[in-house]
C-alpha cells in the first residue's frame, strides 16, 4: 500500500545516512548480491568492463566513483587522483564515456573551499582532455552552494566541460531550469533521489513528474546540449512528443538511466538513434548508493529480505 511504501521509503533514506551502519550492512551477503545488480564492482577495471560492454552496444556512459562520506581533507585529495586516473583511463581505452562527481567527495561538508578547489583539478583535467564533468546534485542543504559551484566553474572552464544536475522534486527547480539555460549551463534533469522535507520539495508524486515535464520543455526548447535522465517512460514519451513538436533533430539531447535499471529501455532508445549514457557508479563505498536505490523500489527491499530469511 502507499503507506507501508512511504514508510520503507523514510526507512531505507535514513539507514542510507547511518554510515555508522555500513560496515556491517555491506558484509550481509543479499545485500552484496544486490549491490552487484546497481554498481559496476569496487575497482575501476571492473567499471572498465561494464563500460566496455555498453560501448559495444552503441551505449555512452558516466562513470561514477562511489564515497560521498569522505572524513578529512586527505580523503578528498585521494578522490581526485582516482577522477583523475579515471579520465586518463578514458583517453586511453577510448570508451565513450566522461566523469560523474559528488562535492561531498570533494569535501563540501568539511570545507567549501576545498571542494571547490577539489572539483577545479578535475574539471581542469578534464578540459584539457576534451571531457566533461557533471556535477551530481544531492541533497537539498546543499542545492544552493552546488549550483554556486557549477556556475563559478562554467564560468572558468566553459559549457562543454562541467555540468549541472537539477531535481525535479523541488520546489526551485523551474526557476532553476531557466536562469541555468540562459547561461547556457548544461542540466541533466532528473526526479531527485533524497528524502527532502515539504517546504522546498512536492511530496506527491504526480506534481514531481509534472514539474519534471515543465523542466524537460524549458530544457529542450533551449538550444542548450542536455541530459534527461529518467526510467519512466511516460516522461521519455513526453520528451519524444514534445523533441517531435519543436522538430529536434535526434542528438539535440541525450537519455540517461541508471546501470542496472532498464536495459532493455536504454538499448531500445539507442537503436532508435538518440544518445542514451548510462551511469556507471564503482567502488568500495557503495553503501548509501544502494540503499537509495532500495527506497526508489520496495521491490529491491522485498528481494534483500526474502534472502534474509532464506540464510
Ligand atoms: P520512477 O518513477 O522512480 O521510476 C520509473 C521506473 O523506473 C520504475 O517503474 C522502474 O521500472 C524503474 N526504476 C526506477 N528506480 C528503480 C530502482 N531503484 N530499481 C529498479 N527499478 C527502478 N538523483 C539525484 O538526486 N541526484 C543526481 O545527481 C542524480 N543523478 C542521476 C543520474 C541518472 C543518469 C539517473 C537516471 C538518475 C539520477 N538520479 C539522481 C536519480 C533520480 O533522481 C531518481 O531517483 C531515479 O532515476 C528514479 O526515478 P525515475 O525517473 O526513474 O522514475
Redesign the pocket.
Known amino acids: 500500500s502507499a503507506i507501508a511504501e512511504q514508510w520503507s521509503r523514510g526507512a531505507l533514506m535514513f539507514l542510507s545516512r547511518r554510515t555508522g551502519l555500513k560496515d556491517w550492512a555491506t558484509r550481509l551477503p543479499p545485500l552484496k548480491k544486490l549491490s552487484r545488480r546497481?554498481v559496476a564492482g569496487e575497482t575501476l577495471d571492473e567499471a572498465m568492463d561494464a563500460v566496455k560492454a555498453l560501448t559495444a552496444q552503441g551505449l555512452s556512459a558516466?562513470f561514477d566513483h562511489l564515497n560521498e562520506a569522505v572524513k578529512d581533507a586527505a580523503e578528498t585529495r585521494e578522490e581526485v587522483r582516482e577522477y583523475r586516473r579515471l579520465l586518463a583511463r578514458i583517453d586511453q581505452t577510448g570508451v565513450r564515456a566522461n566523469v560523474?562527481l559528488?562535492l561531498t567527495q570533494c569535501g563540501l561538508l568539511l570545507d567549501e573551499a576545498l571542494a571547490l578547489e577539489n572539483a577545479r583539478q578535475v574539471v581542469a583535467d578534464a578540459t584539457s582532455r576534451g571531457s566533461f564533468v557533471?556535477i551530481?546534485?544531492?541533497h537539498g542543504a546543499v542545492t544552493q552552494v552546488t549550483l554556486d559551484i557549477v556556475r563559478k566553474l562554467h564560468a572558468e572552464f566553459g559549457e562543454p566541460h562541467v555540468g549541472a544536475?537539477l531535481?525535479s522534486?523541488l520546489r526551485r527547480t523551474e526557476a532553476d531550469a531557466r536562469a541555468l539555460c540562459d547561461e547556457r549551463v548544461r542540466i541533466?534533469l532528473?526526479?531527485?533521489?533524497?528524502l527532502e522535507r515539504e517546504a522546498i520539495a512536492y511530496p506527491d508524486?504526480a506534481d514531481v513528474?509534472a514539474s519534471?515535464v515543465r523542466c524537460m520543455k524549458v530544457l529542450l526548447d533551449s538550444g542548450v546540449y542536455h541530459?534527461i535522465?529518467?526510467?519512466?517512460?511516460r516522461?521519455i514519451d513526453a520528451t519524444l512528443e514534445h523533441a517531435a513538436r519543436r522538430g529536434l533533430p535526434r542528438g539535440a539531447f541525450e537519455f540517461?538511466?541508471?546501470h542496472?535499471?532498464?536495459a532493455d529501455l536504454q538499448r531500445q532508445l539507442a537503436d532508435q538513434g538518440h544518445p542514451v549514457?548510462?551511469?556507471v557508479p564503482y567502488g568500495r563505498h557503495w553503501y548509501p548508493y544502494l540503499m537509495?536505490?532500495?527506497?526508489?523500489?520496495p521491490?529491491?527491499l522485498a528481494f534483500v529480505l526474502k534472502n534474509l530469511a532464506r540464510g
Open positions: 546497481f558516466s560523474s559528488k557533471r551530481d546534485m544531492e544536475v531535481q522534486c541533466r532528473c526526479k531527485g533521489a533524497y508524486k513528474d519534471f541530459g535522465a529518467t526510467h519512466d517512460e516522461m540517461q538511466m541508471l542496472g535499471i532498464r549514457r548510462v551511469y537509495r536505490r532500495m527506497a526508489e523500489r521491490a529491491n
